[in-house]
């Protein structure tokens, strides 16, 4: 557990060892947006911009990208992938495509599929522990 509060808990992803990836969950059964009373709409906007700087700044970033499904667990989740300058060149290597602008659906899923585990990773990159006790800290730091 990355960090909890009584709205929200946010945690590894357990499908991906990228770095960074993160699942922020409500700890209450909305399955929609459109469920969410303000206050709490509110503060899951905060806790987005919260986790996300902390993401950015944990693993260099360069965007994060914010996807909320909800097909397999029905109840309101949101997946906080980050794409850095490594992954992107990853998957430009493994996929042939360096022109033009990003297609972050096809790398979010391409990545999901690719970087399973700790040894997918390249040398020098801290792994997913690492980079989750600098997220911690940056988000104890900023309640």
Do not use: Q
Request: with cysteine.
């Amino acid at each position: 557990m990355i960090f909890a509060n009584e709205t929200f808990t946010l945690e590894l992803s357990p499908e991906c060892t990228v770095p960074g990836y993160l699942v922020l969950r409500l700890k209450s059964g909305e399955t929609s947006l459109a469920e969410m009373v303000p206050n709490k709409a509110r503060a899951l906007g905060e806790m987005l911009a919260r986790a996300t700087k902390a993401i950015e700044e944990a693993v260099g970033a360069e965007r994060v990208y914010v996807l909320s499904f909800c097909e397999v667990d029905r109840r309101l989740h949101f997946h906080l992938f980050p794409r850095t300058d490594w992954l992107l060149k990853r998957y430009w290597k493994a996929n042939g495509e360096k022109s033009g602008a990003v297609n972050g659906p096809l790398l979010f899923e391409w990545a999901r599929k690719t970087i399973v585990n700790a040894r997918d990773l390249p040398a020098g990159v801290p792994g997913p522990a690492a980079a989750s006790a600098s997220i911690r800290a940056m988000l104890e730091r900023s309640a």
